[in-house]
């Protein structure tokens, strides 16, 4: 029968083709119709590669019942194995070096009384590559099936032909998988600025009368709403990371955002008190709602948040005069002649215009509260106040505790219209100062217009009786 073999060599050529392998995945394979390197009787020990190659079956044992010509189909798949496969498309066997044979059979010795002497040469087994090229080598794993087209038996002769039609099958049809969409370019976002850069763009706003509020080195809502006013007064879009244009403008316009301040004599000394009570009653007790300390007293004076003021001066008794601290260096006061007051409720900020219709100042406001709002439409300013005391009255303005009787609160800044008291032609209500800076913009009013109390003595400076305050939702 091997003669038969030897015989059929001449008349087979090489074809390749691409066929599709299995089982986990898809892959590449060539076949080749050579049978010489398989079915001749030397074939088994073979140098391929410089390297004897034996055939297994599928279980790993040596194939000893050499496959008739016509039988089986040779394939290389994409990793170089040569594997046997029959007419019913099952691989029944497949190449591997002699000494891997050797090594996952116990030795020369056995494989010598398996029979393996009448498979190879009888030089042996070359000597086991090093640890390296067994590393490059393919360690076969179970024989993976190979998809191809059968053929019939040919009816003149009873035989399969030897160069069987070996065809690209398509994969298998795997579970359409939803189509991932593709992700959306995450938006640029603005560079981080360091409080320093935030402080610089908010007493640039300040000096300018573009008030950002409390100077706290925080981006918050109060700065954007500068930041939109300054456009409508100039037509300029500032960009608050161009911290060179800021620092350049602060220096040619009054010196860089921040000086050294020495705490004087009369600074410690006050008059401060302890507290602030809540309740009026106890409020209208008290000779004056003054500071409750040098540093609430230098952070209102420095237009400044008194928690970053403590944060710049770490470790500071304040009372003490002499000492040198870190402040911010605010401007002059916005001057002008205001025609025109926009109270913008939705926005929480008052617009103050020349008669021109140019916008001249804008400060942050709290503006009303569902409970208590504050007027729609026109009103007119009827007379401006200084360091101003309150008249509290629950049947006119609003019930505070349990307090039912009319109590007149002492003036002073943390007073609870501050240190300027605006007085407007509908009863009650006005645009005033605030004890409690920081929360501008961000909390609820009786329905009155609060400001910072230095927003509050700007304004009040550009104002006379008879400017239109326009309330808009």
């Not at 709290?366 to 049947?395: F, L, Q």
């Amino acid at each position: 029968m091997m003669d038969t073999l030897l015989s059929l060599k001449p008349q087979v050529d090489h074809m390749t083709t691409k066929i599709r392998i299995r089982p986990a995945a898809t892959f590449l394979a060539v076949a080749l119709m050579s049978a010489a390197p398989i079915f001749a009787a030397p074939a088994f020990a073979d140098r391929y590669g410089g390297q004897r190659m034996v055939l297994v079956t599928v279980d790993g044992e040596l194939m000893r019942n050499i496959p008739e010509a016509g039988s089986v189909r040779i394939i290389i798949d994409n990793q170089g194995r040569r594997l046997l496969v029959d007419n019913w498309n099952q691989v029944i066997g497949f190449e591997i070096p002699a000494w891997q044979y050797q090594e996952q059979n116990g030795g020369s010795q056995r494989d010598t009384r398996r029979g393996m002497d009448n498979l190879i040469d009888q030089s042996g087994f070359p000597e086991p590559p090093s640890a390296r090229e067994q590393a490059s080598q393919d360690i076969f794993p179970d024989a993976p099936r190979a998809r191809i087209e059968r053929r019939d038996l040919n009816p003149m002769t009873g035989t399969v032909p030897t160069r069987p039609k070996i065809i690209e099958v398509p994969a298998v049809e795997e579970p359409a998988q939803p189509r991932a969409e593709k992700p959306a370019k995450p938006e640029k976002k603005a560079p981080a600025l360091s409080k320093a850069q935030v402080s610089a763009l908010q007493v640039y706003l300040d000096r300018n009368g573009i008030s950002p509020g409390v100077i706290d080195g925080r981006m918050g809502s109060n700065v954007a709403k500068a930041l939109d006013a300054w456009f409508e007064a100039t037509g300029e879009r500032l960009d608050p990371a161009d911290t060179d244009l800021i620092v350049s403008r602060l220096a040619a316009e009054g010196g860089l955002a921040f000086t050294t301040y020495e705490i004087t004599a009369e600074d410690a000394a006050g008059p401060f008190i302890a507290s602030v009570p809540t309740d009026y009653a106890e409020k209208a007790r008290l000779e004056r709602l003054a500071f409750t300390s040098t540093s609430e007293m230098l952070a209102e004076r420095f237009h400044m948040d008194e928690a970053y003021l403590k944060e710049l001066n770490p470790g500071v008794d304040f009372s003490l005069p002499g000492v040198r601290i870190k402040v911010v260096a605010t401007g002059r006061k916005k001057t002008g002649k205001v025609t025109r007051i926009i109270a913008d409720k939705a926005r929480k900020q008052v617009r103050a215009y020349d008669a021109g219709g140019k916008l001249l100042a804008a400060y942050p406001a709290t503006i009303g509260s569902s409970d208590t709002p504050s007027p729609s439409g026109d009103v007119t300013i009827e007379r401006v106040a200084h360091n101003p005391g309150y008249t509290y009255n629950p049947k006119i303005n609003f019930k505070q505790g349990n307090n039912d009787k009319i109590l007149q609160v002492p003036p002073g800044p943390n007073g609870p219209v501050g240190t300027v008291w605006i007085a407007l032609s509908k009863p009650t209500y006005g645009i005033h100062g605030t004890p409690e800076p920081s929360a501008i913009g961000k909390t609820q009013s009786n329905g009155c217009v609060r400001l910072t109390n230095w927003d509050a003595e700007e304004l009040a400076g550009m104002v006379t009786p008879g400017v239109t305050v326009s309330f808009i939702e």
